[in-house]
Nanobody, 125 residues
Framework: QVQPVESGGGVVQAGRSLKLSCAAS????????MGWFRQAPGKERELVSF????????HYADSVKGRFTISRGSAKNSMYLQMDNLVPEDTAVYYC??????????????????WGQGTQVSVSS
């Protein structure tokens, strides 16, 4: 079981920063790629960023490129999302996931054990 747990959400003004953290079970999570998704009200869940298990391959959605930075902890069972220059369009529930990286793509693992419960990020203008 991976069971990621997110933290670090909150309410900020546009232009400010937040850092999200994700901690997963140490015994099984170190070999997984990990990713951040978000879901805004009335919209589908979208991939924000992912990182491979070594931490040397990353990907960002166009909407956050240059503003968000994903990283993994040294123990590989933790992941972070540094979000700078936030805009109101970044308002969403952010979810941490564990999964698989192959051929340039990321696929979350199947089942609820591979997803966190989500943390709310709200950006006011």
């Amino acid at each position: 079981q991976v069971q990621p747990v997110e933290s670090g959400g909150g309410v900020v003004q546009a232009g400010r920063s937040l850092k999200l953290s994700c901690a997963a079970s140490a015994r099984t999570s170190s070999d997984y790629a990990m990713g951040w998704f978000r879901q805004a009200p009335g919209k589908e869940r979208e991939l924000v960023s992912f990182i491979n298990w070594r931490g040397d391959i990353t990907h960002y959605a166009d909407s956050v490129k240059g503003r968000f930075t994903i990283s993994r902890g040294s123990a590989k069972n933790s992941m972070y999302l540094q979000m700078d220059n936030l805009v109101p369009e970044d308002t969403a529930v952010y979810y941490c996931s564990a999964g698989y990286y192959s051929g340039g793509s990321y696929r979350p693992g199947s089942g609820s054990d591979f997803w966190g419960q989500g943390t709310q990020v709200s950006v006011s203008s």
